[in-house]
Nanobody, 112 residues
């Protein structure tokens, strides 16, 4: 499966963005998925996961602000990000746990 994240951009603090992760080559419906982010000079960190059944987990720093979801067709997963903060600035990537498949990331920049 080839993954491609999109939807990043520049937003002011308090704003919202919705990231998408599209899969090519296979449907995503059979896979657990995860969102990671990597800020400049920092280690990559897990932001959210969503299971095949739609169960979600979140990092403490984003809980209550970010929501992971997936479409019924299995073509994409999403990350709705609300009340964004400057510390959310990072490249966001989607991946398939267990297979170590990573997509190209999308840059999110939050200005104060």
């Amino acid at each position: 499966v080839q993954l491609q994240a999109s939807g990043g951009g520049l937003v002011q603090a308090g704003g919202s963005l919705r990231l998408s992760c599209a899969g090519r080559g296979d449907t995503l419906s059979g896979y657990n998925m995860a969102w990671y982010r990597q800020a400049p000079g920092k280690q990559r960190e897990e932001v959210a996961t969503i299971s095949r059944e739609g169960y979600t987990t979140y990092a403490g720093s984003v809980k209550g602000r970010f929501t992971a979801s997936r479409d019924n067709a299995g073509t994409a997963v999403y990350l709705q990000m609300n009340n964004l903060k400057p510390e959310d600035t990072a490249v966001y990537l989607c991946m398939v746990p267990g297979y170590d498949w990573w997509g190209q990331g999308t840059l999110v920049t939050v200005s104060s």
